[in-house]
């Protein structure tokens, strides 16, 4: 026993020594592996999750945690456009563009046609894959003998999508709450009040979905407008410059319009200037008149009769 416990009194200090710088290895390790840990807040990360780019594909998966829910990949841009083409045949040139439109997956919603012959017009409105729509203006391009015009617009509508996602997730989970509601409820007031509400949610969540198929279904088929107009022709063109009849009606315009200016003096000149003309008149022979009456009595008529001399025989 006390050559047992000599053993122990020697190797005590030993194995302790042996554990002692075990733990601090163990410490060591651990501190070293913990490192990039202790960056991020001290909180295990997984090193190759937080570098590694998401798989193709993954953006609808679900999203664990707390993160955000992922952007979608594409812009849903809602694309609408209009066209004038002038062409030289309005029938083949609708043909030839239907065709053209129905090969790149899209399709004729409406139609218009108006006018006869050389004034006629058609307008047919397409609905285009919106990755086709550069491709579909190209192509329409082409059919015309000249592109009188060319308007585009774009509203980018991917902000009220995924608002719109959102807003009818939440709704979901407002009505599955009800639901379970609604199943513990005894009271008949209860349960009408529930489903009052059941009935509130269901119907903003299927006005909400409509909605964001309405605008994603917008995005994914844009719409162009496109007039087709019959090329003119020159030979008409000049003879619609020389119109007999236009002119004929312009000169009797002219003809009336220098009669109405003669009438016009007439009466001006029988209203205002005849009168004054022979106001201007009468006084003009009042004094012709006395002028000539006293040239005729003479100045010697009033000189006074002169007295006789005297001593001349009377």
């Known amino acids: 026993m006390l050559s ?6 020697v190797r005590g200090p030993a194995v302790m020594a042996i554990f002692l710088i ?8 651990a501190g070293s592996a913990a490192g990039p840990e202790s960056k991020l807040g001290g909180a295990p990360v997984a090193m190759p999750a937080a570098t590694s780019a998401p798989a193709a594909g993954s953006g609808s998966g679900e999203q664990s945690g707390d993160q955000p829910p992922a952007a979608p990949a594409d812009l849903l841009i809602i694309k609408t456009g209009t066209m004038t083409l002038q062409v030289t045949g309005l029938d083949a040139a609708v043909t030839a563009a239907t065709q053209k439109v129905d090969a790149l997956g899209g399709y004729v919603s409406g139609s218009d046609r108006s ?63 009800l639901q379970a509601i609604m199943d513990r409820a005894t009271e008949i007031k ?39 107009a019959l090329k003119p022709n020159p030979v008409r063109i000049e003879q619609q410059g020389f119109d007999p009849a236009a002119e004929a009606e ?6 009336v319009s220098v009669l109405q200016g003669v009438a ?51």
């Open 115 to 177: 006018g006869d012959g050389e004034n006629a017009e058609a307008s047919l409105t397409f609905r285009i894959p919106a990755a086709r729509w550069d491709e579909a203006l190209a192509a329409l391009r082409g059919l015309a003998d000249k592109v009188l015009t060319e308007r585009s617009s774009t509203e980018d509508v991917t902000g009220q999508v995924v608002d719109l996602g959102a807003r009818i997730r939440n709704l979901e989970a407002t009505e599955r709450a």
């Open 250 to 255: 312009q000169a009797s315009a002219s003809l």
């Open 22 to 29: 075990g733990l601090f290895t163990i410490g060591c390790q």
């Open 4 to 9: 047992s416990g000599r053993r122990l009194g």
């Open 190 to 228: 209860d349960v009408l009040s529930v489903q009052a509400e059941l009935t509130k949610v269901r119907g903003q969540i299927e006005e909400m979905t409509a909605e964001k198929g309405h605008l994603e279904e917008q995005a994914a088929m844009s719409t162009l407008t496109v007039t087709f």
């Open 264 to 314: 016009t003096a007439g009466i001006w000149f029988a209203i205002v200037w005849l009168p004054i003309l022979l106001f201007f008149a009468i006084i003009a022979g009042v004094v012709l008149t006395v002028t000539r009456r006293v040239r005729r009595t003479g100045p010697g008529d009033d000189t006074p009769p002169v007295a006789p001399e005297s001593g001349t025989a009377v």
